[in-house]
């Protein structure tokens, strides 16, 4: 399992990918956008557990990357 956390802003998303052993995989920056944060997805390859704040962007990330990963925790800030 992979773990993939993203950091939203109403302009942009960080994104870093650990690997279960806490080996840095991926890490960058992108405008917010739903096919830059699947190309990650696709990049590392599942299985990928995705964990993010909840905030106001918080439903529509769940509900468009529901299908698109293993797992996905929303934590509370």
Not at 2 to 29: F, N, P
Not at 40 to 59: H, R, S, T
Request: hydrophobic share 45%; proline share 3%.
């Amino acid at each position: 399992m992979k773990y993939m956390s993203l950091e939203l802003s109403t302009r942009s998303i960080e994104c870093t990918v650990m690997s279960k052993r806490g080996d840095l995989i991926h890490c960058s920056s992108f405008i917010l956008s739903l096919e830059k944060v699947r190309d990650v997805i696709d990049k590392v390859k599942l299985p990928i557990a995705l964990v993010f704040e909840e905030c106001e962007l918080a439903g529509w990330l769940y509900c468009n990357l529901v299908y698109d990963v293993d797992q996905i925790v929303v934590a509370e800030p």
